[in-house]
Every structure is written in structure tokens, then in C-alpha cells.
């Protein structure tokens, strides 16, 4: 019995770490569109179902020195209005997962589901503000 409260008590103290890793953290990069390709139905024309497919690089919030990388894929979902995006963020702190709605004009906000590393068992949001069409603002608020 004692050996069980001991483990109990491990693991809380475990899961206690890994929601103190992120919590509360506010950090912001900068996308670079450095490898988009688009899939489109038709040629030439906006369509349901359209693919944007990407892997750019990602720097810090002075846009100076390179962070990693995110992978992901965006799917129109509403002609003119919205893609619907997930797309993981690969960083030397770990990976974060993040999956939502991009507007074609405006903000968006998108939710972090998950991450690894430094990240595990994030949940929060990234806000996306566009400063270009070659360059995104990815502002992320992790609880």
C-alpha cells in the first residue's frame, strides 16, 4: 500500500510539471512563406477544397534569428472567407501542434492542442496577424 501512495505521489508531482512547463507563457515568431504550393480544383479560380500545403521557417519576435520550422496543411472551407489550418511548429523547445480557422482578411485565432518537449501538454491559443503575403506574426498565449 505504501509503495501505491508513493507512485501516486510521483506521478502527481509529474503531472504537476508538466502543466507548470508552459503555463502562463507568452511568446511571439515570425513565419516566413518560404515553401507554400497551393492545390487548387480549378485553375485560376477559388474553389472548396483547395489545399495550401507549407513547411517555412519560423524566427523570433526581432525577426533575426531563425526558431525551426512548422509543417502543415490548410483547406478552404468557405470560398473568400476561410481555410481551416493544422500544422505543427517544430522548435529546439519542442514541437507544438495548432489547429484552426485562417481568414482570408483579419486576425485568426487558432487553438494549441498539444505539444512535446518543453511544451508537453500545452493548450492555449495562437493568434496569427499577417504582416505581408511572405510574412506572418504567430502570437501564442499557453495556459
Do not use: W
Not at 53 to 70: E, H, M, P, T
Not at 109 to 121: E, P
Amino acid at each position: 500500500m505504501e509503495t501505491c501512495v508513493r507512485r501516486l505521489i510521483f506521478l502527481a508531482g509529474l503531472v504537476g510539471m508538466v502543466a507548470s512547463a508552459t503555463a502562463g507563457e507568452v511568446f511571439t515568431l515570425v513565419e516566413h512563406v518560404d515553401n507554400e504550393h497551393v492545390v487548387a480544383k480549378r485553375n485560376g479560380k477559388d474553389n472548396l477544397g483547395d489545399v495550401i500545403i507549407f513547411r517555412n521557417s519560423l524566427y523570433d519576435a526581432a525577426n533575426k534569428v531563425a526558431q525551426g520550422r512548422d509543417n502543415g496543411y490548410c483547406v478552404r472551407t468557405e470560398v473568400g472567407e476561410s481555410y481551416h489550418c493544422t500544422m505543427t511548429l517544430s522548435l529546439s523547445s519542442g514541437d507544438l501542434l495548432v489547429s484552426g480557422p485562417f481568414n482570408d482578411k483579419g486576425d485568426s485565432l487558432l487553438v494549441v492542442a498539444g505539444g512535446t518537449g518543453k511544451h508537453l501538454g500545452a493548450t492555449g491559443s495562437m493568434k496569427i496577424h499577417s504582416v505581408d503575403e511572405k510574412n506572418y506574426v504567430f502570437v501564442f498565449e499557453l495556459k
